[in-house]
């Protein structure tokens, strides 16, 4: 069975602009969520989404949003991009959402740089 | 609100045991985990324990949880240069969202 994927792995964008990850989960899993990862703040939850609905969400800006497709795939998006969103995007993939032993499974992560 | 602490680096040869440490605050959390996340990789969920068990043992691995201390522990039995990671400690409140709080990660160094 295939991991999580998430692509691209790497990306490099400057100020101002906007950019799309997209992560797709395990097959038959139907929950995706998002974290971030920076060495000052370390792995911070986003969102989480779940059969199309976002179920949970992170203390994050707006301008971080996501949303999730029938086939369960995933994207997020940051708008009016920030020296300070440069992180390793990490997206983990469940069967359901809830549920403390409902084990998470992570992706690669994209690498973002803002310049 | 919750928080979980743990100490950034642990440097340890090839062979010996390995001992990473992680305290938490919020006493309602139901399960705590160990992940592990090598180079350009993503987070791979090593182990678990649930707050009611005091210890879980699984091959070279044992999580011991002093539940009234708020302690964690992750051992690592003849530990191995493949073994050098980052090691998260994360714990998931009981009820309601059960979106785990990660530490900072412990950087295992495993030298010859």
């Known amino acids: 069975k295939a991991g999580v994927t998430q692509t691209p792995r790497y990306l490099i964008k400057t100020r101002g602009q906007q950019v799309t990850l997209s992560c797709s989960p395990i097959?038959?899993?139907?929950?995706v969520s998002w974290y971030q990862q920076t060495p000052g703040q370390g792995l911070q939850f986003l969102f989480e989404y779940f059969s199309e609905t976002q179920r949970n969400k992170g203390n994050f800006p707006g301008r971080f949003s996501g949303r999730q497709f029938s086939n369960s795939r995933s994207e997020m998006n940051v708008s009016t991009l920030e020296l300070g969103d440069s992180a390793l995007y990490l997206c983990?993939?469940?069967?359901?959402?809830?549920?403390?032993?409902?084990?998470?499974?992570f992706g690669p992560g994209t690498r973002l740089t803002v310049l | 609100g919750e928080d979980v602490e743990q100490s950034l680096f642990l440097s340890v040869r090839e062979g010996d045991s390995s001992v990473i440490n992680c305290t938490y605050t919020d006493s309602s959390s139901t399960y705590l985990y160990w992940y592990k996340q090598e180079p350009g990789a993503g987070l791979q969920l090593l182990t678990y324990i649930f707050s009611n068990m005091d210890m879980k043992q699984d091959q070279r691995l044992t999580v011991l949880l002093n539940k009234k201390d708020k302690h964690l522990s992750l051992r690592i039995a003849d530990t191995q240069t493949g073994d050098s990671a980052i090691y998260f400690c994360a714990e998931s409140p009981s009820g309601g969202s059960y979106i785990p709080t990660f530490g900072r990660g412990t950087s295992l160094i495993v030298h010859p």
């Open positions: 983990a993939s469940s069967l359901t959402s809830g549920g403390a032993n409902n084990e998470q499974f």
């Open positions: 097959s038959g899993h139907r929950s």
